[in-house]
């Protein structure tokens, strides 16, 4: 018979990511990304641990529901300040389950930076700014007499998101479709995205604007993410990736061709419907951000061959 007594003790649920988006009738907006850690404590748990007893468990799928259900219900002043949203969660369990001695609420707060154009701040596009990273490899291969070079430069991990102006509808159906059309929602990715750079002219390949192509290929991703009506449209991410492209190469002759990769960072909105509560659709405030799987769209765009314009 064990006789060891529990010195301490607490369960809940981890990682839980909730986004609450906050729509202004301006049409600006806001955004909160969060992952919360709820963790509950009291004597009327130890029967679970050392009887295998679980009567007095608050499941930790029901706690992760709490933090969805109050994301919606709360006023959004409630929502938008960590600090005041882990002790609505915290002070919400300890009154609903009266055996709760304490509940320990963690949120760690995932930045968004407000983009900003000429000076301006978008209304509902955002950034994690200063974590992407810039890299370039070169490849030099004796030809002839000379020397061809071919170099790649880009940047990876730049993770934007925007809260609207995003569609993903009239794609192929059929018996193993599920996903609903979506006339609009929140998009996020974290772009990769790569340029080409081709010579046989090493000296005059050296002189390229590298700086300038790299600043205006991040401007014109940025761009088109948030402002280009093209991007969004079409329904689809890969109308976006064109166009980003399209501009990088109209912007620098010295680039030959363009690659992007953009991941599809799922936001979907939460069902809170079994609490009688309506948050699909054009009723969506609060999201349950998916990492895997994703979408993932590639493509490589380059110049018509000449004469083919």
């Known amino acids: 018979m064990e006789t060891s007594i529990i010195k301490s003790q607490a369960y809940g649920k981890d990682r839980v990511r909730v986004v609450r988006v906050v729509r202004h009738p301006d049409s600006w907006q806001e955004i909160a990304d969060y992952s919360v850690c709820v963790l509950l404590s009291g004597e009327a748990f130890e029967p679970s641990?050392?009887?295998g007893d679980n009567k007095m468990v608050v499941a930790t799928d029901?706690?992760?529901n709490v933090v969805y259900y109050l994301a919606k219900t709360l006023p959004a002043d409630r929502v938008m300040v960590p600090e005041v949203f882990a002790s609505e969660i915290a002070a919400f369990m300890v009154k609903k389950y009266s055996h709760v001695t304490t509940c320990h609420v963690k949120i760690t707060a995932k930045p968004w930076e407000r983009m900003r154009?000429?000076?301006?701040?978008h209304p509902h596009s955002f950034s994690r700014e200063g974590k992407e990273t810039r890299w370039t490899e070169a490849f030099?291969?004796?030809?002839?007499?000379?020397?061809?070079?071919r170099?790649?430069?880009?940047?990876?991990?730049l993770e934007v998101l925007k809260t609207t102006n995003s569609s993903f509808t009239d794609f192929w159906r059929d018996e193993l479709t599920t996903l609903p059309e979506m006339a609009d929602r929140v998009l996020s990715t974290k772009v990769l995205c790569q340029w080409t750079f081709v010579s046989d002219d090493l000296e005059t390949l050296r002189e390229a604007p590298f700086d300038r192509i790299f600043a205006g290929a991040k401007r014109n991703t940025l761009d088109v993410f948030a402002n280009d009506p093209r991007a969004w449209v079409h329904a689809s991410v890969q109308s976006a990736l064109y166009v980003m492209a399209d501009r990088i190469l109209n912007d620098f002759a010295d680039?030959?061709?363009?690659y992007y990769a953009l991941p599809n960072i799922h936001y979907f909105p939460f069902d809170l419907s079994k609490f009688g509560l309506k948050n699909l659709q054009a009723d969506a405030q609060v999201y349950m951000p998916i990492a895997d799987?994703?979408?993932y769209i590639t493509a490589?765009?380059?110049?018509?061959p000449k004469g083919k314009i």
Do not use: H
């Open 300 to 304: 490589t765009i380059s110049r018509p």
């Open 140 to 149: 030099v291969t004796r030809k002839g007499e000379g020397l061809s070079v």
């Open 293 to 295: 799987p994703s979408g």
């Open 255 to 258: 680039v030959d061709d363009v």
């Open 49 to 51: 641990y050392t009887k």
């Open 151 to 157: 170099m790649n430069s880009g940047f990876y991990d």
């Open 117 to 121: 154009f000429e000076g301006k701040a």
């Open 62 to 64: 029901s706690q992760k």
